[in-house]
């Protein structure tokens, strides 16, 4: 038996995993298509999503995924070619998703708060061939579409109305706010040139007879998720079908996912969390997702309480807001068996508050774009808090020296290293990052997650700090070099260097340090470069706040020292 493929070797954490469950699993051989053709042979007629009240089955969405693969088919698409979604989540996104997965084609999942100057590079870089979006945001695409140095690239733009799925009338108890209200009912004109959602399903209906079978394996590229790093644009991170199936299979298992499961999809479903959570594992088991397009906390509670929500994966400043509402004690959370998620630590008090008021425990978990999500996760019989948890379903997890690669013992901080099925395959177009971000271990590749933890005697993991240059800021991950690369197009900014400063809400927040051109000082203000930047940025890399310094402290090379900046912060200035 080759090393690679020798069972993983005994740690500590094994004397507290969950009594119910495998330490491995028999993860099906097969495409995320036939998870949904699965389901729909077996319960057609159960609902698979909800949104204020209408509900759309599991006959429903097969059916409709496989008209609209059978329009991209028709519009050229073959298999391989990346198909970009673009929107919130919505039943469109599941739909198009599971159309894309049936054309054999590959998904490249867009953050909707993109603005133009940004999404392009989702059009340059993985070659998307089609990109299906809402009404609301396909004027960027377009946008960004027309700009591009070679001219446009798209060879079909669909677009949908983003109240396309809404039932008649809203539910009296489920009144959103005037302004989601308004997005989510007012229909807005279409570019010229793009299809409309319905006329794609009708086309694609009579093109479905000559879909053929689908061919995607276990091995084929599924999934193009796009992550930032220290250096440069986002990269694309290839996920092939068997690594996404390794995740919704264990987080299901984990979490006791089941057909008579009731999650409520909010983490957005083009994160990896909320898309393994809210379009892949609630599918394989037949379970049903009730869809909050925008975070709410008086809809959250209504649609918990209404609805009996099982299983609710989140961002735990979801459920600090929660708890903020005037309402929240009319909530009723009995239903919630499983309160899961990660992006940032829970606070003590309020897991304290969850258990004491509800005796709901929250399970603290980690993991990347890279590695499909979760890699590591809290048993939720035994969760610690604050702790990433222990590795995942046959994945192995250690602390190694940085410089040296070589193992470290319990206690002792240095990088966290994993290796396991859910490990992505590398990084599009970008073999150079792929082999620095892998080394070899004990002959097994070992993914280097930059960042610093340690593991403690039981075996689970606790984050200390960051190799890599990131800001977090509740639990959206703020690139600085990307937002620095944004502010260079503005006029007045010679230089930029991006930080992170204390916020009370969201932990950190992103602060610019910005040398002004010589004619701009004293003419271009702090709110000047922040209401640009949200023209030109998404929101979450606005930055809050703007200092302007006369010049950035370099080292000999003429590197800007970020760090002796981050640290003057870090000393209250």
């Known amino acids: 038996m080759p090393l690679a493929d020798r069972p993983l070797p005994n740690r500590p954490h094994h004397a507290h995993w969950p009594r119910r469950l495998p330490r491995e699993l028999a993860v099906p051989q097969t495409s995320l298509w036939f998870n949904l053709e699965v389901s729909r042979q077996r319960w057609p007629d159960r609902p698979a999503y909800i949104l204020f009240g209408r509900e759309l089955t599991y006959r429903q969405l097969f059916d409709q995924a496989e008209a609209l693969a059978g329009w991209l088919r028709s519009r050229g698409l073959q298999r391989g070619d ?215 906390r008086e809809l959250a509670g209504r649609l918990i309480s209404r609805h009996r929500i099982t299983h609710w994966t989140c961002i735990p400043t979801m459920v600090i807001d929660l708890f903020a509402s005037p309402n929240y004690q009319s909530f009723d959370l009995s239903s919630l068996v499983s309160l899961a998620g990660g992006g940032a630590a829970m606070p003590q008090a309020v897991a304290e508050r969850l258990q004491r008021e509800f005796g709901i425990t929250f399970t ?57 099925p859910e490990v992505f395959n590398g990084y599009w177009k970008h073999p150079d990052a792929t082999a620095a971000a892998f080394f070899e271990l004990d002959g097994r590749r070992y993914f280097r997650s930059g960042d610093l933890g340690r593991m403690d005697e039981e075996g689970y993991f606790f984050i200390t700090d960051r190799l890599k240059r990131m800001i977090n800021a509740s639990g959206f991950k703020v690139w600085p070099s990307e937002v620095e690369l944004l502010l260079y197009r503005h006029p007045a900014v010679a230089e930029a260097c991006i930080i992170s400063a204390r916020d009370e809400y969201r932990g950190e927040t992103v602060k610019a340090v910005i040398v002004l051109r010589t004619e701009a000082r004293g003419q271009t203000s702090a709110q000047d470069i922040i209401a640009w930047s949200r023209e030109h940025m998404a929101a979450y890399k606005v930055p809050r706040q703007v200092e302007f310094v006369d010049s950035l402290p370099k080292s000999g090379s003429g590197k800007v020292m970020w760090r002796l900046l981050q640290e003057k912060e870090q000393r209250g200035g």
């Open 82 to 296: 990346r198909v970009a979604l673009f929107m919130q989540n919505l039943p469109q996104f599941i739909i198009a998703f599971y159309a894309a997965m049936r054309a054999d084609a590959v998904v490249v999942p867009v953050n909707p708060m993109n603005k133009a100057d940004e999404f392009g590079h989702y059009i340059t870089d993985p070659d998307t061939k089609v990109v299906i979006t809402t009404a609301d945001l396909a004027g960027i695409v377009a946008q960004a579409d027309a700009a591009l140095p070679g001219g446009p690239q798209i060879a079909a733009l669909l677009v949908s109305q983003v109240g396309e799925y809404l039932p008649e009338a809203l539910p009296d108890d489920l009144q959103p706010s005037a302004p989601v209200a308004q997005w989510l009912t007012t229909p807005l004109p279409l570019p010229a040139g793009a299809t409309a959602w319905a006329d794609a399903l009708a086309a694609g209906a009579a093109a479905r007879s000559s879909l053929g079978p689908s061919c995607a394996g276990a091995e084929d590229l599924a999934l193009l998720p796009y992550t930032s790093g220290t250096t440069g644009l986002p990269k694309g991170c290839m996920h092939p079908h068997r690594s996404l199936m390794h995740n919704a299979v264990g987080s299901a298992a984990w979490g006791q996912w089941g057909p008579e499961s009731v999650g409520l999809g909010v983490v957005p479903f083009f994160h990896i969390t909320g898309l393994v959570n809210g379009v892949l594992a609630n599918v394989y088991t037949g379970g049903c997702t009730v869809i909050l397009p925008r975070w709410d």
């Open 364 to 420: 603290e978990g980690y993991g990347l774009t890279e590695t499909a999500a979760p890699s590591h996760l809290n048993p939720p019989d035994r969760a610690k808090l604050q702790c990433l948890g222990i590795p995942f379903f046959s994945t192995d997890a250690r602390v190694v020296d940085p410089t040296t690669l070589e193992p470290l013992p319990p206690g002792e901080v240095g990088e966290i290293v994993m290796h396991g």
